[in-house]
């Protein structure tokens, strides 16, 4: 059976309380092996840490631009203090997700980068690689992972990317891997196919975003909605269909592209490499 890497997917989410359990297994009777989950605020710190040893999965820790207006004033001192305590974790893989985005309007976005700035330098601090938020925001996220790494490379993902061919190039020249999900499954989403098959193919990991981003087959437009259709439920069972479009978009069996993956998945998070050694109930990465 291929193996498979979910670098991106919220699975504290609410919208799996009613079968988490279940949700979790049917995943890894599909082959994916592990599973990250991001925090995107200080409250839910102590949620992903327990849930990612619960099923056997692994996290990180940070707070998301879009959680930026709530932050309170002792949130990044909180952080720094459970990126520490958590040091020898070996389920603690990166701090995230952080970022910028520019997208959803009404946000300051002065906080959130003074917020996106403050978790690089702990990251730094900690020696731990990023999850990057980069939605309409590559750019100025670049820029600061620039000022901030001295010039120095990094480690870590820019989680569900949609930028251009240059972007893409410059992020991968930072050291960074790139992170791909269902949008990938979409006709109209051509950039994002062009890229998904011309990029090498080190460049690339897999994600779900789940229970976000659903691949085009759970995808319910607004007039279907309108209609009744409700919109289906992604979750990280999906990851192997859409690998396989990515794998046939690159003209490669799907095998081939687990393999790949997964070892990027290791090289952008290394702490994954250890966690394939804990993880003795689910398929294994080697």
Do not use: K
Request: glycine share 8%.
């Amino acid at each position: 059976m291929a193996v498979f890497v979910d670098t991106h997917c919220h699975l504290d989410a609410p919208e799996f309380e009613p079968d988490r359990a279940e949700m979790r297994a049917r995943a890894a009777r599909q082959g994916v092996a592990l599973c990250v989950i991001p925090a995107v605020a200080a409250f839910n710190f102590d949620t992903v840490r327990e849930l990612a040893h619960a099923q056997g999965d692994a996290y990180a820790l940070g707070i998301h631009p879009l959680c930026a207006d709530q932050a309170q004033p002792g949130d990044l001192e909180r952080l720094d203090a459970e990126l520490g305590a958590r040091r020898d974790d070996p389920r603690l893989v990166a701090v995230g997700e952080i970022g910028l985005d520019y997208f959803v309007e009404g946000m300051a976005p002065g906080r959130q980068e003074a917020l996106f700035e403050a978790q690089l330098r702990l990251a730094r601090r900690h020696g731990l690689p990023v999850l990057l938020h980069v939605r309409r925001s590559v750019d100025p996220v670049l820029r600061r992972l620039r000022q901030a790494g001295g010039g120095r490379p990094w480690q870590g993902i820019a989680h569900a990317f949609n930028g251009s061919e240059q972007q893409a190039q410059a992020c991968l020249d930072l050291g960074l891997h790139l992170g791909f999900g269902g949008a990938v499954t979409f006709d109209r989403a051509l950039r994002l196919r062009r890229l998904a098959t011309g990029l090498p193919l080190s460049a690339l990991v897999l994600e779900t975003d789940s229970p976000d981003i659903p691949p085009h087959w759970l995808y319910a437009t607004e007039a279907q909605r309108a209609q009744g259709r409700a919109q289906g439920r992604n979750e990280p069972a999906e990851l192997p269909r859409i690998a396989q479009h990515v794998a046939a978009l690159r003209g490669i069996a799907v095998e081939s592209l687990a393999r790949a993956t997964t070892a990027n998945a290791r090289a952008a998070l290394p702490r994954l490499a250890a966690l394939a050694e804990l993880s003795d109930d689910r398929p294994q990465l080697a």
